[in-house]
């Protein structure tokens, strides 16, 4: 089991958005702004998409974005892409790293 | 570009340690900090630690305290995370990253680690 919650899956069409929810507590998501998110394919490497709640690293399309309210924090993709099927993640940093369970966005 | 490149999928029996290598390129690591995570089959992932060379020290959460040992990029930019008493509840894989500030910036492939007698 998850330290935070996210939904298994979510799926969306070609140009549609997409947001994925990650519930924490106060203690993690709620007490600071330090929520990453994270692309990940089976077999590679993870990729940082968001960072401190709704950054953008450099290279990231800006249909990718982030935001928190309260113990919630969301991951929303526009625009739609078929390579956007994969699988994300997010993750807390409050003196320990609490992680979701992942979930598993399809392209229709 | 940085890419960090992990030591390949090992097979332990109980009991017995492993050590995950996390070979660092495009960019030199020594002061960074390093995150191991890992992620058993069908569960999400699991901070296992993060070693601070800057300070000179190593946050264990403390279900990993006393069997787990990271050492930082040293020489050849190699990181090391060893796991001993190892039991099939370790079966998982293991991730390296790199810390900027307070969130994992760069991974590596991942390392499966299968323990089973």
């Known amino acids: 089991q998850s330290a935070l919650t996210q939904p298994r899956s979510v799926s969306g069409s070609p140009g549609q958005s997409v947001t994925i929810s990650c519930t924490g507590a106060?203690?993690?998501?709620?007490?600071?702004?330090?929520v990453s998110w994270y692309q990940h394919h089976p077999g590679k490497a993870p990729k940082l998409l968001i960072y401190?709640?709704?950054n953008r690293p450099s290279g990231v399309p800006d249909r990718f974005s982030g935001s928190k309210s309260a113990n919630t924090a969301s991951l929303t993709i526009s625009g739609l892409q078929a390579d956007d099927e994969s699988e994300y993640f997010c993750?807390?940093?409050?003196?320990?790293?609490?992680f979701g369970g992942g979930t598993k966005l399809t392209v229709l | 570009q940085v890419q960090l490149v992990q030591s390949g999928a090992e097979v332990k029996k109980p009991g017995f340690s492993v050590k995950v290598s996390c070979k660092a390129s495009?960019?030199?690591?020594?002061?960074?900090?390093i995150t191991w995570v890992r992620q058993a089959p069908g569960q999400g992932l699991e901070w296992m630690g993060t070693?601070?060379?800057?300070?000179?020290?190593?946050d264990y959460p403390q279900k990993f305290r006393g069997r787990v040992t990271m050492t930082p990029f040293q020489s050849a930019n190699t990181a090391y995370m060893q796991l001993s008493g190892l039991t099939s509840d370790d079966t998982a894989i293991y991730y390296c990253?790199?810390?900027?500030?307070?969130?994992?910036?760069?991974w590596g492939q991942g390392t499966l680690l299968t323990v089973s007698s």
């Open positions: 990253a790199t810390m900027r500030v307070h969130f994992p910036e760069h």
């Open positions: 495009g960019a030199t690591f020594n002061s960074h900090s």
């Open positions: 070693i601070i060379p800057a300070l000179g020290v190593a």
């Open positions: 106060s203690i993690d998501v709620g007490g600071l702004p330090y």
């Open positions: 401190d709640v709704n």
């Open positions: 993750c807390s940093y409050a003196g320990q790293m609490v």
